[in-house]
């Protein structure tokens, strides 16, 4: 009777948990990926099936006396499709990230949280695939038990 219980509280979990959209970090525009961008997270809403960092290194707008360019940092919930279109309008070799000169990225991923770091090659493995093999490993040990 317990591992009745204790199976069904886990495929709730399991249900539940993925039921919700998917979660990614928000910010505009910050010149670092700690604070706002590593702290505000945003549920996307159904349609939003990616997240997507925009990432670009230029001169500020206001006169510095050593021309010193810096980061912009942006962060939310998109479309893959959406983002996939934001990295084609971008020129691949615009995303050269060197130090001299001007450069902008887009990068997409789907797991939740997925956009904490903004370089490329981010995770694009969704959490909720361990969630499935997990709960399918665990209905076969449950099934085998019960034989």
Known sequence: MEKCIIFTLLCMTCFFGSAYGLQCYVCNEDHWNWGNCSANIEQCKNFQDSCVSYVQF??????????????????????????????????????????????????????????????????????????????????????VDRI
């Open 58 to 143: 230029t001169l500020p707008t206001t006169f510095h006396a050593r021309g010193e360019r810096h980061h912009k940092i942006s962060k939310g919930c998109d479309t893959q499709q959406g983002c996939l279109k934001r990295q084609n309008v971008l020129d691949t070799s615009v995303c050269g990230r060197t130090a001299y000169d001007d450069w902008a990225c887009v990068e997409c991923c789907t797991g939740d949280l997925c956009n904490y770091f903004v370089t490329l090659g981010s995770t694009s493995v969704s959490a909720r695939i361990w969630t499935v093999i997990a709960m399918s490993g665990l209905t076969l040990l449950y099934l």
